[in-house]
């Protein structure tokens, strides 16, 4: 390990040693096996790979309602000015059971309270809108007493809240890591400006990858919102290429078209889409079910897709959250 590697903690940096890199070249329609320390010799001057610098909130609590039943609250965002907050409820259990085994959870009304918060929208299945007591610090400051960040029913251990955080962490807008920039380390990020290619960062609230239930998984991904800096604009509109490291970085790019601002975007990309920003992505190995897969079908043709999968599949990649990672290049 070198020293920068070694600021790292000691699990973050061994996930990012073990990972492993499915390289796709559409144009070429080939597929190969490299590592994350490959990933910066794929890139030169003109290129810009834009990261979500958005830090993981600690998003699941665990408790009970006034009846006594047991739940958990995963909150897609941060409680807003008048402490209020969009969030899923889980039934009984924990993570070790996947999300989709847990029972579904206790029937909340409005006006119920759960684990100090207020039902104060009651939709249907597991979402509510929540409004916790006190102001905006005192929702946040339960918050990160009580919470913990979203755990994973394949990973052995918890997940500590540092190592959800990617090293270009900023402001705490994701309910879930933005995961596809974990093997973008200090030594990674220095290799590719040394090469001549630029970094640039947005901020974009990542919700939940998964809720468990058939019906609201076949509805995400959510409204999120997004912040896009002028000079990353800049630099994506003077771009040869432009790498989107993670499905929400081409949702915010895509939906903006790349211009300045702030926003919120609902925008589900697939293979109807055309790319108007975006050129390239990093990300993660997916389950073809899920929304991120039918993303990535936009990038890549759905029987090229389907080969690089089966190449994968076949040499033991692994496609679940915080698993290996995948590179798609146009050319």
Not at 298 to 327: I, K, M, N, Q, T
Request: with cysteine; hydrophobic share 45%; proline share 7%.
């Amino acid at each position: 390990m070198n020293a920068v590697q070694s600021f790292l903690p000691a699990t973050f940096a061994r996930r990012i040693a073990e990972t492993r890199l499915l390289v796709v070249r559409v144009a070429r329609r080939s597929f190969r096996e490299a590592t994350p320390r490959d990933l910066p010799t794929f890139f030169g001057p003109g290129d810009v790979l834009v990261v979500n610098d958005a830090a993981t909130i600690p998003s699941s609590v665990f408790g009970a309602t006034e009846r006594g039943d047991a739940v958990e609250l995963r909150l897609l965002s941060l409680p807003d000015e008048r402490g209020e907050v969009d969030a899923v409820v889980l039934g009984a259990g924990d993570w070790h059971t996947p999300t989709e085994r847990r029972p579904p959870p206790p029937p909340l009304a409005l006006g119920d309270r759960v684990l100090g918060a207020t039902v104060v929208r009651a939709a249907s299945g597991r979402r509510v809108r929540l409004r916790f007591e006190g102001d905006r610090d005192a929702a946040l400051a339960r918050l990160y007493r009580a919470g913990k960040p979203v755990q994973y029913a394949h990973i052995s251990e918890p997940l500590p809240p540092w190592d959800v955080q990617n090293v270009y962490a900023a402001e705490p807008w994701a309910a879930e890591m933005p995961s596809a920039g974990r093997i973008l380390d200090f030594a990674a990020l220095d290799a590719l400006r040394k090469r001549g290619a630029v970094v640039a960062r947005l901020t974009h609230g990542a919700g939940l990858s998964s809720i468990g239930d058939a019906a609201l998984d076949a509805s995400l991904p959510w409204t999120e919102r997004y912040r896009i800096p002028p000079e990353t604009a800049e630099a994506v509109a003077g771009a040869k290429r432009v790498i989107a490291i993670g499905t929400s970085v081409v949702r915010a790019l895509e939906s903006a078209s790349g211009q300045a601002g702030e926003g919120t975007t609902d925008l589900r990309i697939d293979a109807r889409h055309r790319l108007r920003v975006v050129s390239g992505l990093l990300t993660g190995m997916h389950d073809p079910t899920t929304s991120h897969a039918d993303l990535v079908s936009a990038f890549v043709p759905r029987d090229l897709l389907s080969e690089a999968s089966a190449f994968a599949s076949a040499r033991g990649f692994l496609g679940h959250e915080l698993g290996d990672s995948c590179l798609i290049l146009a050319g």
